[in-house]
């Protein structure tokens, strides 16, 4: 390296630590499904340690990981929440940004459901029935029995997240793309229906549980833990003749499921207080474990060998290798 370029590198990390100084607060931004846990991690963190309480923002998966991948410094992000893997795209950008060091950690697993109203009609769907109530090369039904006799006569209407969801992307994966399958249709090119079928709800998925219980013909698209914590108002349809519950999740056997996550950048590690003992406590046996305190906010554990093996990626700061992203 010439001396030049060593000079700018040291005067870059000499003016980061100082501006540092300003921000003894982890900043942590992204998923709205990992926010509820990330919360309650931030808030024990700050009660049981001698760090300031991270503040955390729910800005969706897309949106959280393009500000975490915008640069190094006290004005860029810490942590990254997300419920889907981060995308090779995304990780380019980061590289591209300076943020070369990037330590992946699965928080534990979640389900994304479709709910309604808990007085509302009860559905069983297939994930080939929601793609033609859903596709924008499907059939374009307008009501549920044009589908299926057997389902409500009710209009279509689906509250959902937007596209700079982790959760969005994920359900177009694992039912829009396996619906399309299953129901026989083009499935070259998967595009949500933009006619009013499907309405953008934000981020906020405890927005879309009150309008549930403002309107009963409605269902909407989230995470499971939502469901869990709301289950006095909102129930969730059977997907392929299964509930979703925590055990059916936990096994394996409800096949809309996926892994959460959270990123930290590696170069604010030792600069901004308190990052990598936060990360311990997320990834720890008493918050993430199968008896930990996010359990009862809707966390499905991860198994004993994935736990450990996340566990160790913390405590080692295991940077994540891009070559495996797709």
Same mark, same amino acid.
């Given at each position: 390296?010439?001396?030049?370029?060593l000079?700018?590198l040291?005067?870059?990390s000499?003016?980061?630590a100082?501006?540092?100084?300003?921000r003894?607060?982890?900043r942590?931004v992204?998923?709205?499904?990992?926010?509820p846990?990330?919360?309650?991690?931030?808030?024990?963190?700050?009660?049981?340690?001698?760090?300031?309480?991270?503040?955390?923002?729910?800005?969706?998966?897309?949106g959280?990981?393009?500000?975490?991948?915008?640069g190094?410094?006290v004005?860029?992000?810490?942590?990254?929440?997300?419920s889907r893997?981060?995308?090779?795209?995304?990780f380019?950008?980061?590289?591209?940004?300076?943020v070369?060091?990037?330590?992946?950690?699965?928080?534990?697993?979640?389900?994304?459901?479709?709910?309604?109203?808990?007085?509302?009609?009860?559905y069983?769907?297939t994930v080939g029935q929601?793609?033609?109530a859903?596709a924008?090369?499907?059939?374009?039904p307008?009501?549920?029995?044009?589908?299926d006799p057997?389902l409500?006569?009710t209009?279509i209407e689906i509250l959902g997240?937007?596209?700079?969801s982790?959760?969005?992307?994920?359900?177009?994966e694992?039912v829009?793309?396996?619906?399309c399958?299953?129901?026989?249709?083009?499935?070259?090119? $998967?595009?949500?229906?933009s006619?009013?079928?499907?309405? %953008?709800a934000?981020?906020?998925?405890?927005l /879309?549980v009150? !309008? &549930?219980?403002?309107n009963?013909?409605?269902?909407?698209?989230?995470?499971?833990s939502?469901?869990?914590?709301?289950?006095d108002?909102v129930?969730g349809?059977?997907?392929g003749g299964?509930e979703?519950?925590?055990?059916?999740i936990?096994?394996g056997?409800?096949p809309?499921?996926?892994?959460?996550?959270f990123?930290?950048k590696?170069?604010?590690v030792?600069?901004?207080?308190?990052?990598?003992?936060?990360?311990e406590?997320f990834?720890s046996?008493a918050?993430a474990?199968e008896d930990g305190?996010? $359990?009862?906010?809707g966390?499905i554990?991860?198994s004993? %060998?994935?736990?450990e093996?996340?566990a160790? /990626?913390?405590? !080692? &700061?295991m940077?994540?290798?891009?070559a495996?992203?797709?």
């Amino acid at each position: 390296m010439n001396i030049s370029k060593l000079f700018a590198l040291t005067a870059a990390s000499v003016i980061f630590a100082t501006a540092a100084q300003a921000r003894d607060q982890i900043r942590i931004v992204g998923s709205s499904t990992v926010f509820p846990f990330s919360t309650a991690v931030a808030e024990q963190f700050g009660k049981t340690t001698d760090f300031a309480t991270p503040v955390v923002e729910s800005t969706g998966s897309g949106g959280g990981l393009k500000l975490f991948c915008s640069g190094v410094g006290v004005e860029h992000p810490d942590i990254a929440n997300a419920s889907r893997r981060i995308k090779a795209s995304e990780f380019q950008l980061c590289q591209d940004n300076g943020v070369t060091e990037v330590v992946e950690s699965i928080v534990g697993y979640d389900g994304i459901v479709v709910a309604n109203a808990i007085d509302a009609p009860e559905y069983d769907l297939t994930v080939g029935q929601i793609w033609m109530a859903l596709a924008a090369n499907g059939p374009l039904p307008t009501m549920w029995n044009e589908i299926d006799p057997a389902l409500p006569v009710t209009r279509i209407e689906i509250l959902g997240p937007p596209p700079s969801s982790g959760t969005r992307d994920a359900f177009e994966e694992l039912v829009m793309e396996a619906g399309c399958e299953m129901a026989g249709g083009d499935c070259e090119e $998967i595009e949500i229906r933009s006619d009013g079928v499907w309405i %953008d709800a934000g981020e906020n998925d405890n927005l /879309m549980v009150s !309008k &549930l219980a403002a309107n009963t013909d409605a269902v909407a698209v989230f995470g499971f833990s939502f469901l869990d914590q709301n289950s006095d108002s909102v129930k969730g349809a059977y997907i392929g003749g299964v509930e979703p519950t925590f055990e059916n999740i936990a096994d394996g056997d409800y096949p809309v499921s996926r892994s959460l996550y959270f990123y930290i950048k590696a170069a604010h590690v030792g600069v901004i207080p308190g990052i990598q003992e936060y990360a311990e406590e997320f990834a720890s046996d008493a918050a993430a474990g199968e008896d930990g305190y996010l $359990i009862d906010k809707g966390l499905i554990p991860l198994s004993e %060998d994935a736990f450990e093996a996340n566990a160790e /990626m913390i405590d !080692k &700061l295991m940077t994540l290798d891009g070559a495996v992203l797709k």
